[in-house]
């Protein structure tokens, strides 16, 4: 009879791995695990170092920096070296900040890795649009002021012109719905306008930098003077803004909220 090679196509493995916000200690302990294993890591430029001490010393770490803005790594170079890693045998980490599959590009990565033949195992992180407003001590959904969250992007790629802010502003109004944006601080005087068609301008913002590393900060505001506050308190990219009156939920707001003068009653 005629020997049966069973034999895997390709002997190397590859994992796509959520490093979380930034905060280590935010890793799963399914992730951390994957990070120790890997021989061979591709990790994004917003992982910090305290991530990557995870894995071991004898791995090969290969940065492939991508941040808005900034000169990056292109998608597709970034793919063929995934692909060669795993057809050399290696055991293959992508390592992406927050979660692979919330605007971290992974699935893209994953369907060109199965088109070469390589079954990808993803391991979830804490997306940055959740601990951003989980670090100030409020909820993104609350049964007085948010039914469900919508998690956008405020930046398209070339070509498209994103999302129709207007029509998910009165969509948020209608069904009380929390707007978390990503990658929204370029375009935030744009997004502002389009939201003010659709949400009162008083509707509580927050806007969070750098989310759960020590050098966080944290502005809030109204949505009328979103722009405004964002270049008054020096906020950049990595930033998310949290529109929605689960806002109210921060203590700061609530202290801000009694500090201001009540109207005369008539």
Not at 159 to 181: E, M, N, Y
Request: hydrophobic letters at 40%; one cysteine or more.
């Amino acid at each position: 009879m005629p020997s049966t090679n069973n034999t895997p196509l390709h002997p190397g493995q590859c994992t796509l791995v959520g490093a979380g916000p930034g905060d280590p200690e935010l890793l799963t302990i399914k992730a951390a695990k994957a990070i120790a294993a890997a021989t061979v890591l591709f990790v994004d430029d917003l992982v910090s170092d305290a991530i990557t001490a995870h894995a071991n010393p004898q791995a090969r770490m290969v940065y492939v920096g991508k941040r808005g803005g900034c000169k990056s790594t292109p998608q597709a170079f970034i793919e063929k070296l995934m692909i060669a890693a795993v057809q050399e045998g290696e055991k293959v980490v992508r390592l992406k900040g927050g979660d692979p599959f919330i605007f971290g590009r992974g699935g893209e990565e994953v369907e060109h890795l199965r088109q070469a033949g390589i079954e990808v195992q993803v391991i979830n992180g804490i997306t940055s649009g959740l601990a951003g407003l989980t670090s100030l001590g409020a909820p993104l959904t609350h049964r007085d002021r948010a039914h469900g969250v919508l998690f956008m992007t405020g930046h398209a790629k070339p070509g498209d012109s994103g999302p129709d802010w207007r029509q998910l502003a009165a969509t948020a109004h209608a069904a009380k719905l929390t707007l978390v944006i990503y990658m929204g601080v370029s375009s935030v005087e744009r997004i502002t306008e389009d939201l003010l068609v659709g949400l009162p301008g008083s509707t509580p913002v927050a806007v969070i930098q750098h989310a759960s590393l020590p050098q966080q900060r944290h502005a809030l505001t109204l949505l009328k003077d979103l722009p405004q506050c964002i270049a008054d308190n020096g906020l950049g990219s990595p930033s998310i803004i949290v529109v929605g009156d689960v806002v109210q939920g921060v203590a700061a707001w609530q202290d801000r909220q009694n500090a201001q003068p009540q109207a005369a009653v008539a």
